[in-house]
């Protein structure tokens, strides 16, 4: 939208989170809580988003790159103050001007978006958001007149005892006629307890100038939430995950147990899958139709297909195709494509390998940097061996081959079109197609030996 401008807080120490991280990078769902509300106002089509940064400035200038641009508050004196150092790129300019924290990363599109639209139909001057608190310690009150609009915005700091009582709070997001705002920002003053330059004073003067104020109250209280420290970042976490799996719910998942299912902001799942509890899905992963995830399953970044069933494993970074079924107890490690209706069964881990359609995998094996034909069953206990210390190699088994249990397939190697690897080989030279590989020492019987064993340990005794 060519008229709509944001601005973003960004600039303060965060010091109650203490930690090395800037407070708007740690993340809520698998998304820095700053990204939450940059993507939010992108999709609102904000033609101009300044983020006003300070302490740890880079940090926060290399994450968003070119989404955004930056000013610096060199001191933090305040909100109001903060904001003016965005005047540089946003005087002079029509329109309307909507400013935010960097800590709130609650506040749905939808919300922003009615809270823009019914500033601009209403003509005011400001239009503040607000929520009713049932604990409303620590926020600035917004004190209205016996005709229900608004008269100034206090803060906690500052209000007396009466104006402590007031429920309604200002959430610290604001819609400003753009130049209106850069007007009355030269009038702010710092004659209050804390010494700062605060943005609710430009009510006050906004009032005093004649000017129309309007509040919009969010329909969810919980969306004004800030975050500060670690207990209130659990508690957005929360939030957004109820958030996240509601809305999954809505749309024709089955979410057995929501309290227990954790999905990140980015993933994508079709209808009909069936979450299982203690199940994560995070990063960009994407899930099919008609899947069944878990119990206890971890995946990140994982493309998964209509049909397919994934219990008590971990993968990331992997593709699995239409029916392909997983675990209990695997570990698919990134670069790992599953093709239709391949199975990698118990206790079983696989890296960076391609597992062909119908090939299985059934437990207890590892098969790392290779390329697994058609039909291709790995016994018990069957690895490849892919690491001489230096470097790694590859193995491929060709489509229909046997590979019996325990057998080690030492790479650089192949395995030839419908042959079989005996049990307990180790194959070091390529398996021509259709041949049988034995690559174990002969058995020998040493008869009467275990007697002799037995009565040397019972003498010893």
Not at 8 to 33: D, E, I, N, Q
Not at 176 to 194: E, G, I, M, Y
Not at 195 to 200: D, F, K, Q, T, V
Not at 363 to 377: F, K, P, R, T
Request: hydrophobic share 35%; proline share 4%.
């Amino acid at each position: 939208m060519k008229n709509l401008f944001a601005v973003v807080l960004a600039a303060g120490k965060g010091t109650r989170m203490k930690s090395s991280r800037h407070k708007v990078l740690h993340p809520v769902c698998g998304k820095p809580m700053i990204d939450h509300i940059v993507d939010n106002l992108q999709q609102l089509g904000v033609h101009e988003t300044v983020v006003i940064v300070g302490h740890d400035a880079e940090s926060i200038r290399d994450h968003l790159g070119d989404r955004v641009r930056f000013a610096l508050q060199d001191k933090q004196l305040g909100t109001a103050h903060a904001v003016m150092q965005a005047e540089p790129i946003l005087a002079g300019h029509d329109g309307v001007t909507l400013v935010l924290n960097g800590d709130h990363p609650l506040f749905t599109q939808e919300t922003l978006q009615r809270i823009t639209d019914n500033h601009m139909e209403s003509g005011a001057a400001a239009t503040i958001l607000t929520a009713v608190l049932p604990d409303p310690t620590g926020y600035g009150r917004v004190i209205r007149r016996p005709d229900r609009s608004v008269d100034r915005v206090v803060e906690h700091k500052d209000a007396t005892v009466e104006e402590r009582e007031v429920a309604e709070v200002n959430t610290g997001t604001f819609c400003f006629d753009n130049r209106k705002l850069w007007q009355a920002l030269t009038r702010v003053d710092n004659n209050n307890a804390q010494g700062e330059y605060y943005l609710p004073d430009l009510i006050s003067i906004l009032q005093q100038d004649g000017e129309t104020i309007r509040a919009e109250t969010v329909d969810d209280a919980a969306e004004a939430q800030g975050i500060n420290n670690r207990v209130q970042l659990a508690q957005a976490e929360k939030e957004m995950r109820r958030r996240i799996v509601k809305n999954h719910m809505m749309n024709g998942v089955t979410v057995v147990d929501p309290d227990n299912t954790y999905i990140d902001a980015g993933v994508t799942i079709g209808p009909d899958t069936v979450i299982q509890p203690g199940t994560y899905l995070r990063g960009n992963t994407q899930i099919g139709s008609d899947c069944t995830l878990g119990p206890c399953t971890d995946l990140t970044d994982v493309v998964v297909a209509d049909g397919t069933e994934i219990r008590y494993s971990v993968l990331v970074g992997s593709d699995l195709k239409e029916g392909a079924a997983i675990g209990p107890f695997s570990y698919i490690r990134p670069g790992s494509r599953l093709e239709e209706d391949s199975k990698v069964g118990a206790f079983a881990e696989v890296k960076n390998t391609r597992l062909g359609a119908g090939s299985k995998i059934p437990h207890l094996s590892y098969v790392g940097d290779a390329d697994i034909g058609e039909q291709v069953n790995f016994s018990c206990g069957a690895i490849t061996v892919n690491y001489d210390g230096k470097r790694k190699h590859r193995t491929v088994v060709e489509d229909g081959a046997f590979v019996g249990c325990n057998a080690n397939l030492v790479a650089p190697v192949t395995v030839g079109k419908g042959s079989y690897v005996a049990a307990g080989s180790t194959v070091t030279d390529d398996v021509p197609e259709e041949a049988l590989a034995i690559a174990r020492e002969r058995q020998t019987n040493k008869a009467e030996y275990a007697r002799k064993l037995k009565q040397k340990r019972e003498g010893r005794e």
